[in-house]
């Protein structure tokens, strides 16, 4: 695999200490490689400077994916599609973050973010959150990270990504109904407006049987870059025998 053209000089600043030079990038990638593109390795090294930042976002977050989910990865890559490098970083840590909320954010309830060590993303199960004029878009959808809360009982979080969102079905039924953006938060994985489409009225009742959640809290948004952010309350185990019975 090519390597990223090497630069000599830090692009951080002027008055920045790593203007003496910097680590081989192929002995960086040989280091990463062996640690299995650690991603809190992969953090770190971010922060020390622009420099590291950039290889980190070109190369290391891009290998990261790659390790943790090859078929998603190269689905998300057929027939032309692509993901700019930019986005990397973004992909990296919706695939191992929960990114919870906030008291008066998207969902208002406090469950701060987290890492996860295994979650299982899914197109099959992405089916379930299209309405049926979208059903022929790919979208992975993650299973729901639960969280029990003394108020609201068991919560569920879910995070997914559209393949070839610019050109999806989705992006232009959100256009034709002059879908509105969220007035103030944004995509907590790349930063970008979030259209709401429980307002827009684009989640379909397959979304609550998926999550095994009451149909009348699922919530979720889609950013312009085609990210995934939801939540649901979960039912109890007596709610979903019952409604499977139904």
Request: proline share 4%; charged share 25%; aromatic share 10%.
């Amino acid at each position: 695999m090519a390597l990223v053209v090497k630069r000599s000089r830090c692009t951080h600043s002027a008055t920045c200490l790593c203007l003496k030079g910097h680590i081989n990038e192929d002995a960086l990638f040989l280091v990463f490689r062996h640690i299995n593109w650690n991603p809190r390795m992969i953090t770190l090294i971010s922060c020390v400077c622009k420099w590291f930042d950039e290889i980190a976002k070109r190369v290391l977050w891009k290998e990261f994916c790659h390790a943790r989910a090859p078929k998603m990865m190269q689905d998300l890559h057929s027939g032309g599609s692509h993901i700019v490098d930019g986005n990397w970083k973004a992909l990296g840590k919706l695939l191992i973050h929960c990114s919870g909320c906030t008291t008066g954010g998207l969902f208002d309830v406090h469950v701060p973010g987290h890492f996860v060590l295994k979650t299982r993303f899914s197109k099959t199960s992405g089916k379930s959150f299209l309405p049926p004029m979208c059903r022929t878009d790919v979208l992975y959808v993650s299973d729901p990270c639960e969280h029990l809360d003394e108020d609201e009982g068991d919560l569920g979080f879910f995070r997914g990504i559209f393949k070839s969102f610019a050109s999806s079905k989705f992006k232009k039924v959100l256009i034709e109904k002059e879908a509105n953006f969220h007035p103030k938060e944004v995509c907590p994985y790349c930063k970008a407006k979030l259209w709401d489409l429980l307002e827009a009225d684009l989640i379909p009742k397959s979304a609550a049987v998926r999550l095994d959640a009451y149909d009348d809290s699922v919530e979720y948004y889609v950013c312009l870059n085609g990210h995934i952010i939801g939540f649901c309350a979960m039912m109890t185990v007596s709610d979903s025998e019952g409604a499977r019975e139904e």
